[in-house]
């Protein structure tokens, strides 16, 4: 049967794309470099091919052809790869041609593809890659490709024959289909053919394609075509490429609540969160002394969190959408979010909580087909108010949340028992992630500057903060403190260097203060200084996010995110002996916006001159209408950084 699905979708693959012109024919009159400038290759044609079984099971043809324009675009082209999971995947490269510019026509040798372990960071569940050589190419030739695939992109329960290679959830199809990437393409076709009592619900996103339904034999063929397709021009912090460009969404599952029921039996009937006696000792010692309800989810998100490291290793049975029974992890003490969210779940319940996973997509946005849009495993426990909650161990190490707001506005679906529908997380007031810097100084008729500069934080910036602390070694934080001020003023002398303790976050927001000497800090001429104060320059800037931000852009077409939305307060009083009369304060600034807003200001008390500065960001992602109350309250806030004080002495 296979033999037969993959011939004919090879047939199909021909017959769709090359209709009576000839591969050679299509490659010269495709275009060249002076047709696409600043492109190194053009994607001739690509097209994909989908037969589905009724267990889930997928054939799939991959069919492309690749013009090199340069020489640049011929040395990416040099070799072609292909990754796959071997435990839910079978791929093989089937036929490989150079087509030359002299006319030539180059046919490899594909038993010499190469497959070898696929490199890999953090996460090592054996994914492996076939690679094959193309030579040495030139602008002009082209590489024909046809693959072949069988299975699916995650690893399952099940290691027989091509059971290991049916969908997690038995019986479904689903696909994500980008129509863009890194060149420009003349034209994609994918075409699916399923069983006609599975039928497909689609949406295409971010444009438009042409598509065609028909029968045939007792199933459905489904048909999404476009032509002429660009890369589209990032822009800088925009969302994720698959948020704004054309995208293809196909899936034979009716809801997001019959996937949540699903996620939900899956794991209940795999066992994943039964606890051990070892580990209901371990609750009982980390729930000693909780006060509250809160308290109780608290210590055991944090302890999850923190003694459960990050790393993933195959651990045979419970990949893909099965989480790992908690026992497991807790004797290994590692693995990844879906490892360290049931490690939670498997605790709060032998602590009598209802807790379940949720999925969700850490980075891009969850379109509403139920194909599985899915990168991410959390933690959702109901409390007395009957609501469920949020967490996230993967995410808070270190952190004072419980559920990390660089994660709001994102999408989740939670597996429980009621089933759920998919849900987006909310917005964080920038009041749970504020910063204060505080400054005093004295500034000598010299231009030296002594005082003490500070800085504190919630939430995640209370987290960005403590950076400073938890990715060194305990012998190197004075210095990573002190680098804040030295990168800016590399004459200062620091005398002193003062922080709440780093490791005990849930006890006290973090606070670092610099006690400081800055020779030649002011520039003096005559009787007149010229100075802009610490806390309006640069100092602590890597933990304001959006100073980040290049705001030359008038306007921006797509939208944009920062690390988490935050309120930042700045105040700082410096006295300076003898001053008779202020010669040039920089003018107030007010900025006021619903998405982004700023005021500061300077005012002379006595012999001080007194800076106050209050920026609000209020959200993680924007629209691209919100760029303009962004960019105005970033700008104000560099405008003091750019505008000096002159005083008289």
């Not at 107030?588 to 005012?603: C, P, Q």
Request: glycine share 6%; net charge neutral; charged share 25%.
């Amino acid at each position: 049967m296979m033999k037969k699905s993959l011939l004919l979708l090879i047939h199909f693959s021909f017959i769709t794309i090359f209709y009576a012109q000839s591969v050679g024919d299509l490659v010269k009159t495709a275009g060249d470099a002076t047709t696409y400038p600043n492109h190194d290759q053009l994607i001739i044609f690509d097209s994909t091919l989908v037969d589905m079984q009724e267990t889930g099971l997928t054939y799939v043809v991959s069919h492309t052809l690749t013009k090199v324009l340069n020489t640049h675009g011929a040395l990416e082209l040099n070799v072609v790869k292909y990754g796959y999971d071997p435990l839910s995947a079978f791929v093989e490269i089937k036929k490989a041609v150079i087509y030359k510019n002299d006319g030539r026509i180059i046919e490899l040798d594909v038993q010499k593809v190469m497959d070898y372990p696929a490199p890999a960071r953090a996460i090592y569940w054996g994914a492996r890659e076939k690679m094959l050589e193309t030579g040495r190419l030139e602008p002009g030739d082209a590489v024909e490709m046809v693959m072949f695939r069988k299975g699916f992109t995650y690893a399952l329960l099940t290691s027989d024959d091509d059971d290991k290679y049916i969908p997690p959830m038995k019986g479904q199809f689903y696909d994500i289909v980008e129509f863009f990437g890194t060149y420009p393409v003349k034209s994609k076709v994918y075409r699916v053919t399923v069983p006609r009592d599975k039928p497909l619900q689609y949406q295409f996103y971010n444009g438009e394609a042409q598509s065609s339904c028909w029968f045939e034999e007792g199933k459905i063929v489904y048909t999404f075509s476009k032509k002429e397709t660009f890369p589209i021009k990032n822009e800088s912090r925009m969302v994720a490429m698959v948020d704004v460009a054309p995208k293809l969404l196909v899936s034979t599952t009716e809801s997001w609540n019959s996937k949540s029921t699903w996620f939900y039996k899956v794991n209940e009937d795999f066992g994943s969160f039964t606890a051990d006696k070892s580990i209901q000792d371990k609750v009982s010692e980390i729930l000693k002394g909780a006060t509250s309800e809160m308290d109780s989810v608290s210590r055991l998100t944090h302890w999850c969190a923190d003694e459960i490291r990050y790393s993933g290793i195959s651990m045979g049975c419970g990949e893909g959408f099965t989480l790992h029974k908690g026992t497991m992890t807790f004797t290994d003490r590692c693995g990844v979010c879906k490892d360290k969210a049931g490690m939670l779940i498997t605790m709060l319940r032998a602590a009598g909580f209802q807790s379940y996973p949720a999925m969700t997509m850490a980075g891009s946005r969850i379109d509403y087909i139920a194909a599985d849009q899915f990168n991410h495993c959390v933690t959702v426990v109901k409390l007395r108010d009957g609501k469920y909650h949020l967490l996230d161990p993967t995410w808070v190490p270190f952190v004072r949340e419980l559920w990390s707001s660089a994660e709001q506005q994102q999408q989740y679906l939670m597996g429980v028992p009621e089933g759920a529908d998919l849900a987006t997380t909310p917005v964080s007031d920038p009041d749970n992630h504020a910063i204060k810097i505080d400054g005093v100084a004295r500034l000598e008729a010299d231009g030296t500057l002594t005082g003490r500069i500070s800085i504190t934080g919630e939430g995640q910036s209370d987290a960005a903060i403590r950076g400073l602390f938890k990715y060194s070694n305990r012998t190197i934080w004075y210095q990573n403190v002190e680098r804040e001020l030295l990168r800016l003023w590399p004459q200062a002398k620091v005398s002193q260097v003062k922080y709440t303790d780093p490791v005990d976050y849930l006890n006290y927001n973090i606070w670092v203060a610099i006690d400081y000497t800055i020779p030649e800090f002011a520039l003096v001429s005559g009787n007149t200084m010229m100075f802009t104060p610490l806390s309006a320059g640069e100092v602590f800037k890597s933990f304001q996010a959006q100073l980040s931000f290049e705001t030359g852009m008038k306007e921006r077409k797509y939208p944009f995110r920062d690390r988490c939305s935050r309120k930042v307060e700045i105040t700082e009083s410096i006295k300076i002996p003898d001053l008779k009369k202020s010669v040039r304060i920089p003018a107030s600034i007010v900025k006021a916006g619903e998405a982004a807003s700023y005021e500061g200001s300077y005012s002379v008390s006595g012999d001080a001159v007194i800076f106050s500065g209050k920026s609000v960001f209020k959200k993680r992602q924007y629209e691209p209408q919100d760029w303009p109350e962004f960019k105005a309250a970033v700008d104000a806030q560099n405008r003091f950084t750019e505008q000096a004080v002159v005083i008289a002495l």
